[in-house]
């Protein structure tokens, strides 16, 4: 379980003008001109759309307008004249209809920078989530095999946003869902028994259709041939089955457990299916439900295109789904009595309700169509008694194509028929697939190419990010070998230019937030990459300028206080990677 520390007792400076602004808006009610009371939620302290309009910018006096019964830029100019007197400000601005723009003192930004100094790895940590208890659920794939690469995006973006809520104020438990309870793990079981047999010298020929053909199980299957010898080779199935499924079960975790460490990822539980259901906790929560008029004995209707002769109605347990939200009613249990799918899933979230104050489930899009049925299952389970639900969110991940060259690329060492996540890692390395996981939305389709992955170009945003890190670890081995070192004795020194490099870092800690309240952590990858861009871009003047470089042999003065600023855009970077679980290379 990951644990949360309080941050520092300054605040970044977005969050810090936030505050001068709530000042402000307080100020204008203690002299009347605002009514007290007023929500304050919507107003927001970002940068602008356009550089050019300021530093700051916020929508106070458009947000409290209305409900205060007035003008919004007869309201911005009253909040304008309280903003004025922030010593910090150099001037507050009325655009359109009634938005205010701020610009900042430089001296206000070059304190941002002695704050990422003074903070150091806990710069942009928040306490936003209050020790909030969240669960994230993610991966869960079936325990029948190697993890390959339509489990590895989900993998990613789901240990990110772990990451991602734990620095931003939450107590995160990060889930791995077992589903060893369903029939395919009985393939799994007879697959197994397969080599088992193959082990002791019998000729299986290829492997039957329906079983899994991978060579992945021919260790275990060697293994149980040395442990058991002859003992199951021919005995009836009922006999080797439920051994041989937890054994397969077992070395199969194991194996995931592996190929997820390859990534650097490790879950803090694994919740079992089968022995969620051997302690009774589906027939606990159909239990529940019926006591609140939530399940009941129904029979469905006949799907589209079935007759009356192909389609037999049959009682069922069915959850009213339809009271939140469904188009239908679910049933909960199969005509066998056996659970459904969504039975069991509607019980696994029951179970996590107990702890979680908040849950998100990262799925692949192919799960799309159940979205709608356990979002209302975990509203009814939470929502007892006029409760209010608690938060719940599905984030769902499409599939990555794999491509080499621009061209469709396919290779299996031992899987049977897919591409694993381990050859994967091997080809490239953790870095880069972690990182390229997070390059786009991961609701939006994506497509890997061993080629540009790897390519050292500014084209590839892996190296791009990293690029810049070990720049600046460069020029500051290039700087101690010179007998100079960082010093914020001198920041007054630093020019426009600089001071722009730094506006960029001072998003970090709003991006942080914001990207923890939308559970998007490829937003922090986005940002990583427009820092690096910044970055790249004040180098570039060197190139050109002798007097725009870090190192200026006839200015000490200057040359150190560049050095401090590289050394906080150096950390501001690193702090943002960490979070995506990529190292900040400090050469390439």
């Known amino acids: 379980m990951t644990q949360i520390t309080a941050s ?31 929500p304050r939620g919507g107003v927001t302290c970002e940068p602008p759309r356009e550089a050019a309009h300021g530093d700051l910018s916020t929508n106070a006096a458009m947000v409290l307008a209305k409900p205060a019964g007035t003008n919004p830029r007869a309201l911005a100019a009253l909040l304008v004249a309280e903003l004025e007197q922030e010593p910090r ?38 306490t936003m989530g209050g020790g909030r208890m969240v669960n994230v659920e993610y991966v869960s794939a079936n325990p029948t095999g190697p993890m390959h690469m339509g489990h590895c995006r989900g993998a990613v973006v789901g240990d990110a946003l772990a990451a991602l809520l734990a620095f931003a104020g939450h107590r995160v438990t990060k889930e791995y869902y077992v589903n060893d309870a369903g029939g395919q793990v009985d393939v799994l079981a007879r697959s197994v028994h397969l080599r ?24 275990l299957g060697q293994a149980l041939a040395a442990e058991f010898g002859a003992a199951y080779a021919a005995a009836a199935e009922a006999e080797w089955l ?95 009595g056996s659970w459904t799918y969504f039975g069991a899933d509607l019980a696994y979230h029951f179970q996590k309700a107990e702890t979680a104050d908040a849950m ?85 389709q994506m497509d890997f190419d061993f080629d540009k992955v790897v390519e050292a170009s500014k084209d590839n945003p892996v190296f791009y990010v990293q690029y810049a890190h070990a720049r600046i670890c460069s020029t500051l081995r290039k700087a101690a070998e010179e007998g100079l070192a960082p010093s914020g004795d001198h920041l007054a020194l630093l020019g426009d230019e600089e001071l722009a490099l730094i506006k960029l870092a001072a998003q970090f800690p709003r991006i942080i937030e914001s990207a923890a309240v939308a559970r998007e952590p490829h937003r922090i990858a986005f940002f990583l990459n427009d820092l690096a861009g910044g970055f790249h871009a004040y180098w570039n003047l060197g190139n050109d300028r002798a007097d725009k470089r870090f190192i200026v042999g006839h200015n000490p003065e200057l040359t150190a206080a560049r050095l401090f600023l590289a050394t906080q855009i150096g950390q501001v970077v690193k702090n943002g990677l960490a979070l995506l679980g990529v190292e900040a290379a400090e050469e390439l």
């Open 8 to 38: 520092a007792e300054t605040l970044p400076l977005f969050a810090d003008f936030s505050a001068v602004i709530d000042r402000a808006l307080d100020a204008l009610v203690a002299a009347g001109s605002l009514p007290g009371g007023l």
């Open 360 to 444: 998100v489930d990262i799925w692949g899009a192919d799960h799309a169509g159940t979205v709608k049925r356990i979002k209302a299952a975990v509203a009814a389970l939470t929502s007892a008694d006029g409760a209010t639900p608690k938060p719940f969110e599905i984030k769902l991940v499409q599939m990555v194509q794999l491509l080499k060259g621009g061209q469709p690329f396919k290779m299996s060492k031992r899987s049977g028929n897919f591409v694993t996540l381990a050859d994967v890692v091997e080809m490239t390395s953790k870095d880069v697939v972690r990182f390229t996981m997070l390059t786009r939305k991961p609701d939006a």
């Open 242 to 336: 439920p051994l041989f499924r937890k054994r397969a079960v077992a070395a199969m975790m194991d194996m995931i457990r592996a190929d997820l460490a390859r990534l650097g990822i490790h879950h803090d539980l694994f919740s079992s299916e089968a022995e969620l259901q051997a302690a009774g906790k589906p027939e606990a929560a159909e239990a529940w439900l019926r006591a609140h008029d939530l399940v009941y004995d129904g029979v469905l209707e006949a799907p589209k295109g079935k007759t009356l002769e192909d389609w037999e109605a049959v009682e069922l347990p069915l959850f009213r789904s339809t009271k939140f939200g469904d188009d239908q009613d679910r049933p909960i249990k199969k005509s066998d």
């Open 89 to 126: 400000v150099v001037s507050a601005e009325i655009a359109g209809p009634g938005f205010i723009n701020l610009r900042l003192t430089g001296a206000a930004w070059l304190g941002e920078l002695r704050l990422i100094a003074s903070e150091g790895g806990d710069y942009g940590r928040s």
């Open 196 to 219: 088992y047999r193959e082990a002791l010298g019998e000729a299986v020929g290829d492997v039957p259709e329906g079983l899994y053909p991978g060579d992945y199980l021919v260790p």
